[in-house]
């Protein structure tokens, strides 16, 4: 089990990589949390680079999560929608080609 955390969270990091050099090349940054919200500010989500990122980053932390929490915590999470996000790799690979 320790092997697929560490795959994941070398995932994780690869797409964080990716999402800095998609904002660097787009010249947009993260939003800060302490920041009032501004749509402009979601401006990095329209490079398609960053978005994939992103998505990889919210499937691979749902995942994360399923493995190092207890289940009924996961299961409180898929059914309150606390991070839906994080299921679109899970549901893109169910989409038939």
Known sequence: M???VRQLLNLITKSV???EQ?????????????????????AFR?????AEAISVISAATVQ???IVSPPRNVLYYAVGG??????VLLFRSLKPS
């Open 2 to 4: 320790f092997e697929q």
């Open 17 to 19: 990589d990716d999402l």
């Open 22 to 42: 998609a904002c660097i090349e787009s010249n947009t940054q993260l939003p800060s949390l302490d920041d009032p919200f501004h749509p402009a500010s979601e």
């Open 46 to 50: 329209d490079n398609p680079v960053a």
């Open 64 to 66: 994360l999560n399923a």
């Open 82 to 87: 606390v991070s839906p996000n994080g299921f």
